[in-house]
């Protein structure tokens, strides 16, 4: 079984009481198992990039995205709580306007949310420390702070800015990005259509399995069970 954890260093070496999050699960685990666990466990440092410099092209490496899943721990849009492996890697200011590869401009959200951000109409803004703000389009405004903010705080210590966005970049031609608009394969109207021929079809099918278990239940009860002719009676 491989399970991911987070947790500090002296939580690990045994030194610490501060407790570890599992990734991808809800819950806290005690630092004295932690510290158990660490014994046999494969151990990966988790390196806070700092005043690094952007990385080049659209993907993040491996480093970098390890990174702003652990500081985010979930999807960043209030109140959802999918797991930040299970979300995309999000530029705040979009790869082709100009937006820098960098954990001040990368934040986890899962697929619905990524695709309302993109197509619906919202903007976001994000600080150094990882701090979301969004604004809808009637023009409220929410702050999400990074899921780590709480229990481990070194996680969302600045990590460098980055230009201002601009008024109204352009639109995203990006062709690598991963959230994309999906398309119906039926429209609504097939999609009833479908749903109700299927609906019909089980009910269809139902009904003549009860037929059929009815029938042979009264059959039962009018003829009786049908002779054993194997059971003579022994000889004496």
Known sequence: M?????AEAAT??????????????DGLIT?????????TATLVPLVHPGDA??????APSKALADFVRCRDLTCRWPGCDEPATNCDLDHTIP????????????KCYCRT????????????????????????????????????ALLFPSLCHFSGGIPAPEA???????????????????????????RIATERRQNHA??????????????TDTHGPPPDHNDDPPPF
């Open 2 to 6: 491989v399970i991911h954890l987070i």
């Open 12 to 25: 690990i070496n045994g030194t610490g009481s501060a407790p570890a999050s599992q990734m991808n699960a």
């Open 31 to 39: 630092a004295e198992l932690v510290a158990e666990l660490a014994k």
């Open 53 to 58: 410099p952007p990385e080049p092209g659209y």
């Open 95 to 106: 790869y082709a306007a100009g937006g820098p590869t960098h954990a001040s401009n990368l």
């Open 113 to 148: 949310h990524h695709l309302v951000k993109t197509f619906w109409g919202w903007r976001d803004q994000q600080l150094p420390d990882g701090t979301l703000i969004l604004t809808s389009p009637s023009g409220h405004t929410y702050v999400s702070t990074p899921g780590s």
């Open 168 to 194: 109204d970049p352009p639109y995203d031609h990006c062709d690598q990005r991963t959230a994309m608009m999906p398309k119906r394969r039926r429209t609504r109207a097939q999609d009833r259509a479908y």
């Open 206 to 219: 139902a009904r003549q399995r009860a037929q059929v278990l009815t029938q042979t239940a009264a059959a």
